[in-house]
């Protein structure tokens, strides 16, 4: 009997997959929010630069308060290096582009999540972090 459950699972699981696969398989993409950029916090920014730079060879331009990485590559996205002055010193984070921060954050939370940072308006946008349910932070950009 637990073979006939478990191949009825792998037959649901490969329909499943087939299913989510055939709106590729016809042309059509998912509607899903794209990750679009990644931050780098740090303490030392000067320093972090170098170390980034030397291991993997991207080229940074200081602008403002933050280090845009340019990678020069067909592949990947862009990013930057920060130096908040504050906790949190050091962190890795992505951020996923939508169309409603306030949306997202609520949505974030009623699964589970927090706020981190409400929105903050940008000159090109806006952006906020929230924690998942287990306090990954993830970031939230609207161009």
Excluded at 110 to 117: E, K, Q, S, T
Aim: include cysteine; glycine fraction near 10%; proline fraction near 6%.
């Amino acid at each position: 009997m637990a073979n006939v459950r478990l191949a009825n699972r792998y037959t649901r699981r490969a329909a499943l997959t087939m299913a989510a696969v055939a709106g590729w398989l016809r042309g059509q993409s998912p509607k899903t929010a794209p990750v679009v950029h990644f931050e780098i916090g740090c303490r030392d920014r000067a320093k972090t630069e170098r170390f980034f730079a030397d291991l993997f060879g991207w080229k940074m331009q200081q602008n403002g308060p933050a280090t845009n990485i340019e990678a020069d590559s067909e592949k990947g996205i862009p990013g930057h290096i920060t130096a908040l002055g504050h906790e949190p010193q050091h962190y890795t984070t992505f951020y996923v582009e939508v169309d409603d921060l306030k949306a997202y954050l609520d949505k974030a939370v009623a699964l589970g999540g927090r706020i981190v940072v409400p929105p903050v308006k940008l000159p090109t946008g806006g952006f906020a972090w929230f924690s998942d349910i287990d306090g990954n932070v993830i970031g939230l950009l609207k161009k």
